[in-house]
Nanobody, 122 residues
Framework: QVQLVESGGGLVQAGGSLRLSCAASGRTFRRYFMGWFRQAPGKEREFVAGINWSGGSTNVADSVKGRFTISRDSAKNTVYLQMNSLKPEDTAVYYC???????????????WGQGTQVTVSS
């Protein structure tokens, strides 16, 4: 069982940066691949970035590649999403999730956080 709590969302101007954190509880955290998803109003939840258990392999969606970076600190049971050069279209609720494999589909993830709102103003 893994419990996830996101933080770090907020309001930022276009071009700005935010760092999201996802704190995980549960002794099996290190076995899981971790991902970030986002969901804008009226849209499907979409994959943003994922990272394997060691942090040595990552996968980032084309829409954020070069701007967002995912990392993890297993000693702190925490996953991060560094978001730079933010655009208004990045506005969404961002969710942290845990999976048994490095997938990009929502159904592949077993555990979810409650989400944190990111709003980018133009």
């Amino acid at each position: 069982q893994v419990q996830l709590v996101e933080s770090g969302g907020g309001l930022v101007q276009a071009g700005g940066s935010l760092r999201l954190s996802c704190a995980a509880s549960g002794r099996t955290f290190r076995r899981y691949f971790m991902g970030w998803f986002r969901q804008a109003p009226g849209k499907e939840r979409e994959f943003v970035a994922g990272i394997n258990w060691s942090g040595g392999s990552t996968n980032v969606a084309d829409s954020v590649k070069g701007r967002f970076t995912i990392s993890r600190d297993s000693a702190k049971n925490t996953v991060y999403l560094q978001m730079n050069s933010l655009k208004p279209e990045d506005t969404a609720v961002y969710y942290c999730a845990a999976s048994g494999g490095l997938g990009t589909l929502r159904r592949e993830y077993d555990y979810w956080g409650q989400g944190t709102q990111v709003t980018v103003s133009s």
